[in-house]
């Protein structure tokens, strides 16, 4: 694995986001499956070297049954299953979503953020770790 494997991997997870988002047309939707499913992809592909397609009914199953199980505190389930995988694909789908959420409900955020992407990052790629540290209100958390 090389030094920006990690970040080519979240890479190409955001850019299958933004192709179901695309591919949504501007009709209402829950993305939270792709989320799950985009979030956990990158887990695997740390924790097992491997990645899924979105589409795979398997994967998605996979993502489901861990969701379901966290939400419902399943001891059990959770002790004999992977920790990070569950763990790092619950929180940080649910947290995504939730920022999703919040910029749907309040505009003038979303607004602000998309004119400071606009402004500052080519339209063609998606936004490096190198480059949200350039983007003072949406991107550099510090």
Request: proline share 4%.
């Amino acid at each position: 694995m090389g030094k920006n494997w990690l970040e080519e991997t979240i890479i190409a997870e955001v850019e299958s986001i933004c192709q179901v988002l695309r591919d949504a047309k501007g009709k209402p939707f829950n993305p939270q499956v792709q989320l799950t499913n985009s979030v956990s992809n990158v887990i695997c592909a740390l924790i097992f070297g491997k990645k899924f397609a979105l589409t795979d009914d398997h994967f998605s199953r996979l993502t489901t049954l861990i969701s379901d199980n966290v939400r419902a505190g399943s001891v059990d389930f959770i002790v004999q299953s992977l920790p990070f995988l569950m763990s790092g694909t619950e929180t940080t789908s649910m947290t995504t979503l939730w920022a999703l959420v919040f910029m749907v409900e309040h505009p003038e955020v979303m607004r602000k953020v998309q004119e400071e992407i606009d402004s500052n990052v080519d339209r063609e790629k998606v936004l490096t770790n190198a480059e949200r540290l350039l983007l003072p209100y949406t991107g550099n958390n510090s």
